[in-house]
C-alpha cells in the first residue's frame, strides 16, 4: 500500500514554482500577484487564506487580503470584483466561498473575469474544462490529477466511483477522470444521495473518489482489494483529548481501507495541501495568459 502523500507533493510543486518566480525576478520581470477577497470572520476560511497568503510569502509572489465585513452588500462586494477585474497588477484573483447570507454567490460568480478566476468556478473556465480546452482547473481537482500524475497511478480502462456531486470536486472530478489523455481514460459512475445501491456500486469501482463530507462513510466492506482511494472529506468530529476539542476525520475509514487499498490519501495532509498548491500554478498559469493579451 503507498500513501499519497499530498504534502509532500505539495512543497516540490512549491519549490518548483519558487525556482520559476526566481527567474523572473532576475529577469526583471513582473512575478505572479494572487488576491483573495474573505468576507466575514468564519474561522475556518480566515485559516485557508491566511495558508494562501503564507504559500504566496515563501515562493515569491506577490499577494493582496482583501478583508469584508460580514455586513457588506451584494453591490459592495461586486463593486470590489470590478476592482479587482480592471486592476492590471493583480493576475488572479479568489473570493473565499461561503458568503454571508445577504449575498448571492452566483452573481460573485459570475462577476469574476474569467481569465483572473483561478478557482476555475466560472462557468466560462467549467465549460473549457468540460470540452477539454486549456483552462483553469478547480484546485482540488486539480490537485487530485496531480496527484494521480505524480505517482503513475494508472488510470486508463479503469472503474472509477466519484463520491459526492457537488460542483467543487464532485462533478468536476467525473469529467476529468472520464477524459481522453492522463489521468483520464477511465469509465465514471457518479454517485450521491440519491444513488441506490451505493455500496454495491463502490465495491466495483477501482478508484474510488469520495467528496462526501460525512466522516468514515467509506468502510472497509465497501471496497475491494487493491483499490485506489482518494479522500476529499475534511470534517470536525469532537474530541477531548485533542488540544483544539476536535480531530479532522475524512470519508473514509482510513485504518481499516488502507489495510486493502493499492494506494491512498490520508486526511490531513492528503488532497487538503494539493489544494493551495494548484491554486499557485493556476496563478502562474494566469500571468502567462496576462502576458500574452497584453
Do not use: W
Amino acid at each position: 500500500m503507498t500513501i499519497l502523500d499530498g504534502k509532500k507533493i505539495s512543497n516540490d510543486i512549491k519549490d518548483e514554482i519558487a525556482i520559476e518566480v526566481s527567474k523572473m525576478k532576475k529577469r526583471g520581470e513582473k512575478v505572479p500577484h494572487l488576491a483573495a477577497v474573505i468576507v466575514g470572520n468564519d474561522g475556518a476560511s480566515l485559516t485557508y487564506v491566511g495558508s494562501k497568503v503564507k504559500a504566496c510569502e515563501r515562493i515569491g509572489f506577490e499577494s493582496t487580503l482583501v478583508k469584508m465585513a460580514s455586513t457588506t452588500s451584494e453591490i459592495e462586494l461586486l463593486k470590489k470584483i470590478e476592482e479587482l477585474n480592471a486592476d492590471d497588477q493583480i493576475d488572479g484573483f479568489i473570493v473565499q466561498l461561503p458568503l454571508p447570507k445577504q449575498i448571492d454567490e452566483q452573481k460573485v460568480l459570475m462577476a469574476i473575469n474569467p481569465d483572473k478566476d483561478v478557482d476555475g468556478f466560472h462557468p466560462t473556465n467549467f465549460g473549457k474544462m468540460a470540452l477539454d480546452m486549456s483552462t483553469f482547473i478547480p484546485a482540488t481537482p486539480f490537485g487530485i490529477l496531480e496527484l494521480l500524475d505524480r505517482y503513475k497511478v494508472e488510470t486508463s480502462g479503469k472503474h472509477t466511483v466519484v463520491i459526492g456531486r457537488s460542483h467543487i470536486v464532485g462533478r468536476p472530478m467525473s469529467i476529468l477522470m472520464g477524459r481522453k489523455g492522463f489521468p483520464g481514460n477511465s469509465t465514471v459512475t457518479l454517485t450521491h444521495s440519491r444513488t441506490e445501491n451505493i455500496n454495491e456500486i463502490i465495491k466495483q469501482a477501482d478508484i474510488v473518489i469520495s467528496a462526501l463530507g460525512v466522516p468514515n462513510f467509506v468502510t472497509a466492506d465497501m471496497v475491494k482489494d487493491g483499490v485506489v482511494v482518494i479522500d476529499v472529506g475534511i470534517t470536525r468530529v469532537p474530541d477531548e483529548t485533542k488540544p483544539r476539542g476536535y480531530k479532522i476525520t475524512g470519508d473514509v475509514d482510513y485504518e481499516n481501507v488502507s489495510k486493502k487499498a493499492s494506494y491512498i490519501t490520508p486526511v490531513p495532509g492528503g488532497v487538503g495541501p494539493m489544494t493551495i498548491a494548484m491554486l499557485l500554478k493556476n496563478t502562474l498559469l494566469a500571468r502567462e495568459r496576462h502576458l500574452a493579451n497584453s
